[in-house]
């Protein structure tokens, strides 16, 4: 694993410690017990995860546009990402 890959994960690694911490330590600001989603349903949690992680990305990268401009952004960065440093899955073939 070279030098920039190692940042990524690095990276990925901290803002998951971020997102677990927000779910279990009742001590923190923003914590949310997802103990108390309706039903069990935390649809409205991951929602406004993804909705919360877009607004950042786009103003990290200053780009105009919607969440779906933000999610081609993402899978182009992700593709990116395969391509130099893992393996990308054609599919399936028919049997």
């Given at each position: 694993m070279?030098?920039?890959q190692?940042?990524?994960f ?9 997102i677990?911490?927000?779910?279990t330590?009742?001590e923190?600001?923003?914590?949310v ?10 649809t409205p949690?991951?929602t406004?995860?993804c909705?919360?992680?877009?607004t ?6 200053r780009f105009k546009?919607?969440?779906l401009?933000g ?11 395969l ?5 990308v899955?054609e599919g399936?073939k028919?049997?």
């Open positions: 070279n030098e920039k190692e940042k990524i690095q990276y990925a690694a901290n803002v998951q410690s971020a677990e911490d927000m779910l330590n009742e923190s600001d923003f914590y017990n997802l103990n108390e989603a309706e039903n069990g349903d935390i949690f991951i406004g995860m909705i919360a992680h877009l950042v990305l786009q103003k990290l990268c546009g919607n969440y401009d999610i081609h952004m993402e899978n182009r960065l992700i593709v990116q990402y391509m130099n440093y893992g393996k899955d399936k028919d049997e």
